[in-house]
């Protein structure tokens, strides 16, 4: 009966005790054990190869009969299948003869009946294991709305919805996120474990299973920095504000952006999209909406964050993550979007053939809506845009003028300010403050620049946003009060779309609220 439970039971990575992890897999796990994990990752591997070549599979058994597939099925079913019980068999042995495993299933065993939560996450800190067998911390009960932009609503008659389903996942899904398929992530297993191993060491973070709506599980991590004084109110500091991080299509929160708001001392909420490590599922839009709105309530219900302290970081396609929020919730505080784009489909259709470009467009809108600019124009709140200058990912040409974070910006400030930057002349001037990475022809491109009477146009207009802002000024005006909010909206950042972010750029948006207290 306990070899049954040991052989069933979770697969051990790391342990961690007076602030040191010990790899499990390198110090105490016997050569068997290791041999039958190699055989258990064959199979996967197996699985995962006769997945993706089954439409090949299929065609070839239409072409030339059945008889050659079922021979093969055959003649390969009971060594296959007597190999995967000796070695599930063995590795239950195995692990009856290690102590350090033992020990770590009886603990595993208490805490997965434990009504703690402070038992549980003792465990969760002490160990790092397969995360597929942990018990879900909590139910979200927040759902995407009907009307959202990302919800999938786009009509596809019924006869042609087999196949865009087919191309939605074989074809889109590992071009849109390759990091939410098998070869990725179990080339970056390693990275991951030693990712959560250098958080595991500090001992304060907080690891939680979260089920979405759609009954996704999606692992989440915390680090709290708040502060707390003798009378048990919070310290005022970076620590108060809870930024929530969105990371790209092949990143994970254990080696990717979680680490930036942690530096600067904010407290910080990171998670994995849907099939990424692991989390379950697969990022169509409505289900990775689906899922940082179950962070989102995490944040608000357990964590005990008001949305006024929230702040959403999106990096790379992680913006639609960061503007779905922001435009769910729009008393969302405050929302940076670092290398990100308007809109996917003009950096699909050049990705694809020229003839597939009508399936393209319908793939993408019913599955993989990542419409940010319509999105972040709802939202009123602060927003930084970070634009990495030599951006190849989400640039149609290669070059700034292309990067298709600039249309993104545009269309947040024209929803803003459209006395301002919807005057043609203005709107042509900016285009060329795209083209451009540095702050210096800008500023010269201005003959009688004034923030002075910038900071006085901004202190008495309403909003954002103000659809009156700049009416009654001449030319040269409307360009001063442009590229004063140019220059607060946008941050240029040296580097590719890869790139590790600079501290000096991770700073929260500027507010209208500074210029009244100015």
Known sequence: WYQRRVRGSARLYQICRDGICIDYQMTHQTFIEKWTNVVFDGYSWLITIVTYLSPFIVYNAYKHGLDGHITLARVSFLPLISVFFVAYFLRGSARF???????????????????????????????????????????????????????GSYYIPVVFRPFYHFMATWIAKPLAYPGSTYP????????????????????????AKL????????????????????????????????????????????????????????????????GFGYSTGIPFGEADANAVEAVFEYATTRLGFAPSNIAVYGWSIGGYSASYLANAHPEIGNVIIDASFDDIIPLAIPRMPEFLETVTVNC?????????????????????????????????????????????????????????????EVEEVLNDWLEQTSAVPRRYSIEDYNP???????????????????????????????????????????????????????????????????
Not at 243 to 255: D, H, K, L, R, S
Not at 396 to 410: D, E, Y
């Open 364 to 424: 993408c809108r019913k599955y993989f809506n990542l419409h940010n600019a319509a999105l972040l124009t709802k939202y009123h709140g602060p927003i930084r845009f970070i634009r990495r200058n030599t951006d190849e990912i989400i640039s149609t040409n290669g070059h700034a003028s292309g990067n298709r974070g600039n249309q993104l910006l545009l269309a947040v400030l024209q929803s803003r300010y459209p006395g301002v930057f919807k005057d043609g």
């Open 452 to 518: 002075e009477f910038c900071q006085e146009q901004i202190r008495n207009s309403v909003g954002p946003p103000d659809l009156n802002l700049g009416a009654g000024l001449d030319r040269e005006q409307k360009l001063s009060l442009a590229y004063y909010l140019f220059t607060k909206y946008l941050t240029d950042c040296e580097g590719g779309h890869n790139s590790p972010l600079p501290r000096k750029y991770f700073t929260m948006p500027w507010k209208k609220l500074d210029e009244i207290v100015q």
């Open 211 to 274: 089920e979405t709506v759609d009954k996704n599980h999606i692992d989440s991590v915390f680090v709290d920095n708040r502060e707390v004084d003798d009378d048990g109110k919070i310290v005022e500091g970076p620590g108060e504000t809870l930024v929530i991080t969105c990371e790209g299509n092949a990143a994970f929160y254990e080696v990717g952006a979680f680490e930036y708001p942690l530096r600067e001392g904010y407290s910080t909420l990171g998670w994995n999209h849907p």
């Open 184 to 207: 990725i992530n179990a080339i970056m297993k390693n990275h991951l474990d030693t990712g959560r191993a250098r958080y595991m060491i500090h001992g304060d973070i907080i690891r």
């Open 97 to 151: 003869v290690t102590p350090e495993y033992r020990e770590f299933l009886e603990n595993y065993e208490r805490s997965i009946i434990s009504t703690s939560s402070t038992a549980r996450q003792t465990f969760l800190n002490r160990y790092d294991f397969d995360f597929h067998r942990w018990n879900v911390d909590m139910k979200a009960t927040y759902s995407v709305s009907r009307d959202s932009d990302c919800h």
